[in-house]
Nanobody, 124 residues
Framework: VQLQACGGGLVQAGGSLRLSCTGS????????MAWFRQAPGKEREFVAA????????DYIDSVKGRFTISRDNAKNTVTLQMNSLNVEDTAVYYC??????????????????WGQGTQVTVSS
């Protein structure tokens, strides 16, 4: 499956951005979809995930209450709405699709398809 992400950019602290990721080549409705990020000099980290029915979500603590992940299975898309951004959110954001049908995970090793990454920069 190929994933194409878009929506990154430069925003001031306190602002908002919306990331979108569209998959092609396979129907993604049976798979967990997620967002990860990698800041300069840091390991890639999990940000948010959503299960195949969109009935379950998970977030790292630092984004809870500020970020919202959603999906549209008819369009093979996953979206990350990011509000109240701060400088610590600056990173390259990657969308990803699990390698396993109907298996919940937030481990990067369980995600076999990745988008190309989109830069999010938050200025103070």
């Amino acid at each position: 499956v190929q994933l194409q992400a878009c929506g990154g950019g430069l925003v001031q602290a306190g602002g908002s951005l919306r990331l979108s990721c569209t998959g092609s080549g396979r129907t993604l409705s049976s798979y967990v979809m997620a967002w990860f990020r990698q800041a300069p000099g840091k390991e890639r980290e999990f940000v948010a995930a959503i299960n195949w029915t969109a009935g379950g979500t998970d977030y790292i603590d630092s984004v809870k209450g500020r970020f919202t992940i959603s999906r549209d299975n008819a369009k093979n898309t996953v979206t990350l709405q990011m509000n109240s951004l701060n400088v610590e959110d600056t990173a390259v954001y990657y969308c990803a699709v699990s390698s396993y049908r109907y298996r919940w995970s937030r481990r990067a090793a369980d995600f076999g398809s990745w988008g190309q990454g989109t830069q999010v920069t938050v200025s103070s």
